[in-house]
């Protein structure tokens, strides 16, 4: 695999808070255009992982790279070529759902008024959302359209890379499935690479390419069928259980 065509390396990473190690040496790669699912158990890391791809935790060693560029010199463009969806949304209360959306264009970019509502009115109706939600505060939202204003706004500058915490957390399975879709369907038209962490093995099995299992502090890279050949216990008892069972006859695998 050439360097053109992985946008994230992570290489010896250690995360530590106090005297907590959540990672030590983990190694970590994502393709372009691939829609990677990470997975583990409680206390694992994984948001903590993606908190620090992102620049938001400081590791304690190891470098990652992300579009080519070390995160520790990372620039504007780079930011800016990133979208996140935080689990609960983390939309600000006092702005409406377009003036949310409109937040990172007023940050990194210089546009008409104008121009940002119309932008914004395009991202509403890319995640699925109806026009009238524009003018909607959060608090008049439901849980479901909370997470598609939140990835409307992850959308607000068309990025490269779309990291998404948890997704469907909290959603019916009926709308779990649904912003499935939406996700692999956005992924597949706008040609994003997704880096998703989540615990729904519906979510692994219908939308994911690839899955990164942390474990003992590092991560273990492959696909579902992979997995299920690991010996590993954990990974064993997480695709080999009842609830991976349903989930893998459900989805054709």
């Known amino acids: 695999m050439s360097e053109q065509d992985t ?52 590791p304690r060693a190891g470098t990652i790279e992300m579009l080519g560029q070390d995160t520790r010199e990372m620039t504007s463009l780079v930011q800016r070529r990133c979208g996140v969806l935080f689990q609960s949304g983390a939309l600000f209360s006092s702005l409406t759902v377009a003036e949310n959306i409109e937040v990172p264009m007023r940050e990194h970019l210089r546009l008409p008024h104008a121009l940002m509502e119309e932008l914004a009115a395009l991202k509403i109706a890319m995640v699925g959302l109806p026009p009238d939600a524009g003018p909607k505060y959060p608090s008049e939202l439901s849980g479901g359209m909370k997470k598609r204003a939140g990835l409307a706004r992850a959308l ?74 690991d010996s590993h216990p954990w990974i064993q008892e997480y695709f080999h259980g009842p609830r991976a069972r349903v989930a893998l006859n459900g989805s054709g695998t």
């Open 7 to 58: 946008v994230i390396t992570v290489t010896g990473l250690r995360t530590q808070f106090g005297t907590a190690v959540i990672h030590d040496d983990l190694d970590l790669s994502v393709r372009r255009g691939e829609v990677l699912g990470v997975v583990g158990g409680s206390g694992t890391g994984k948001s903590v992982l993606l908190r620090t791809i992102i620049g938001l935790n400081k």
């Open 156 to 229: 607000a500058l068309d990025p490269a890379i779309l990291f998404l915490d948890k997704p469907t957390a909290g959603l019916d399975p009926i709308g779990a499935a649904a912003f499935d879709n939406l996700i692999r369907d956005l992924q597949q038209s706008l040609g994003l690479t997704v880096f998703m962490v989540t615990h729904d093995l519906d979510s692994l099995a219908a939308i994911c390419d690839r899955i990164a299992v942390l474990v003992d502090k590092r991560v273990r890279l492959g696909t579902m069928a992979e997995h299920m050949r």
